[in-house]
């Protein structure tokens, strides 16, 4: 399984949109451990440019801290599910935290 989480500073951003890279984790959801991790500059911010990109990536589960509805319905279409809510983390604890069932989500904090 591949996952995607915006990062800024290291850490997991609270605007997907304009996060700085994403984190592409790949974990094996039986074992429960991340198998390669990679870091991307991400693409200049242009409305629904995201989700296609991602899907080419091969990016299965986005994990971020908020994200505008239009944005959660292009993830869907391109296959794409969506976790929100997730607090500013290091990357690979948050997919450990998701795998386990331990990943603590809150609100969606983007309003748009």
């Known amino acids: ?12 951003s609270a605007h997907f949109g304009h996060c700085e890279q994403f984190a592409l984790i790949d974990a094996d959801e039986k074992k429960k451990i991340i198998l390669r991790k ?3 500059a ?3 911010h242009q409305p629904g440019l995201l989700p296609p ?5 091969g ?3 986005v994990i971020a801290g908020g994200m505008g509805g239009s944005a959660i319905s292009l993830f869907k279409q391109n296959g794409i599910n969506v976790m ?3 607090a500013t983390a290091d990357p690979e604890k948050v997919v450990i935290d998701y ?3 331990n990943l603590v989500t809150g609100e969606n904090v ?3």
């Open 53 to 57: 990109w991602l899907a080419k990536q």
């Open 1 to 12: 399984m591949k996952y995607a989480i915006p990062v800024s500073g290291g850490l997991l």
């Open 42 to 44: 991400a693409p200049e």
């Open 84 to 86: 929100l809510g997730a």
């Open 110 to 112: 983007c309003d748009h």
């Open 99 to 101: 795998l386990n069932g």
């Open 38 to 40: 990679e870091l991307v």
């Open 59 to 61: 990016v299965q589960v």
